[in-house]
C-alpha cells in the first residue's frame, strides 16, 4: 500500500513563493505526479517526476528524491488564480495511482 | 473534442436503491479509472480497467461494479446504495498505464 503526507493547508501572498511538501512510502514505485485541483472542478495534471531531480514549467517546479520518499511542488510568482487544492499522487508498481489528501492553497491579495 | 465525459452531474438516490453512474471519453485511451473524493481523505480508486474487456478492483471496490464493453464507456454501478457511498465521483482516462490520467468533470451523489 501507500502512504502519501502532505499539509493540509497554506496560505500565501499574491506576487510570493510556496512549497508544497510531500512524502510517501510505497509498496513500488513509477513516478511521482501532481495535480491541481480548483473548488468543484476535476483534477488537471501538472507535472511528473520519475528521476531524481528538479522539473521546471513556467511558474510550477517540481522535485523528487526517491531515496527520501519526498517531493516538493513549487509555486512561483503566485496569482490569485492558483487558489486551489493540490494533489500529490504516486504510481506504485501495478501502474495505479494513490493520492495524498492534497493541500489547500489561499493566494491573498 | 469533448474528452472524457459523466453522466449526471449530480444525483440524490434513496438507500437501496440502484445506480450506474455513466462515463465516456473520446480520446481512444486504453486505461479508464473510478474515484471516489471524499473531504479529508482525497481520492481514492475504486476499479479500473487497462484495457477494453478487463477490469481490476482499487482500493475501495465494495460495493461497486463495472465493466469494459469497449473503449469509449466505463460505467460503475452501485447495485444498493449506502449512505456512506455518498460522495463526489471522479472518472478517468490515459492512453496507457503509465501516462497522466485525464479527469472527467465529476459526479455528486448523495445516498439518504
Known amino acids: 500500500g501507500q502512504n502519501i503526507d502532505q499539509p493540509t493547508e497554506m496560505t500565501a501572498t499574491e506576487g510570493a513563493i510556496v512549497q508544497i511538501n510531500c512524502t510517501y512510502q510505497?509498496?513500488?514505485?513509477?513516478?511521482l505526479f501532481w495535480y491541481q485541483q480548483h473548488a468543484g472542478e476535476a483534477p488537471t495534471f501538472l507535472s511528473y517526476?520519475?528521476?531524481?531531480g528538479l522539473e521546471e514549467k513556467g511558474r510550477f517546479s517540481s522535485f523528487l528524491s526517491r531515496s527520501k520518499g519526498y517531493s516538493y511542488l513549487l509555486l512561483k510568482e503566485l496569482q490569485m488564480k492558483d487558489s486551489a487544492s493540490y494533489l500529490c499522487?504516486?504510481?506504485?508498481?501495478?501502474?495505479?495511482?494513490?493520492f495524498g489528501a492534497g493541500t489547500t492553497v489561499t493566494v491573498r491579495a | 473534442t469533448a474528452g472524457i465525459t459523466q453522466a449526471p452531474t449530480s444525483q440524490i438516490l434513496a438507500a437501496g436503491r440502484s445506480m450506474t453512474l455513466r462515463c465516456t471519453q473520446d480520446?481512444?485511451?486504453?486505461?479508464m479509472y473510478w474515484y471516489r473524493q471524499d473531504l479529508g481523505l482525497g481520492l481514492r480508486l475504486i476499479h479500473y480497467?487497462?484495457?477494453?474487456?478487463?477490469?481490476g478492483k482499487g482500493e475501495v471496490p465494495d460495493g461497486y461494479s463495472v465493466s469494459r464493453a469497449n473503449t469509449d464507456d466505463f460505467p460503475l454501478t452501485l447495485a444498493s446504495a449506502v449512505p456512506s457511498q455518498t460522495s463526489v465521483y471522479f472518472c478517468?482516462?490515459?492512453?496507457?498505464?503509465?501516462?497522466?490520467?485525464?479527469f472527467g468533470p465529476g459526479t455528486r451523489l448523495t445516498v439518504l
Open positions: 480497467s487497462n484495457t477494453a474487456g478487463t477490469t
Open positions: 510505497t509498496s513500488g514505485f513509477n513516478g
Open positions: 480520446m481512444r485511451h486504453n486505461a
Open positions: 517526476n520519475v528521476l531524481d
Open positions: 499522487a504516486v504510481r506504485d508498481g501495478d501502474y495505479k495511482l494513490s
Open positions: 478517468a482516462s490515459s492512453p496507457s498505464g503509465n501516462n497522466e490520467q485525464f
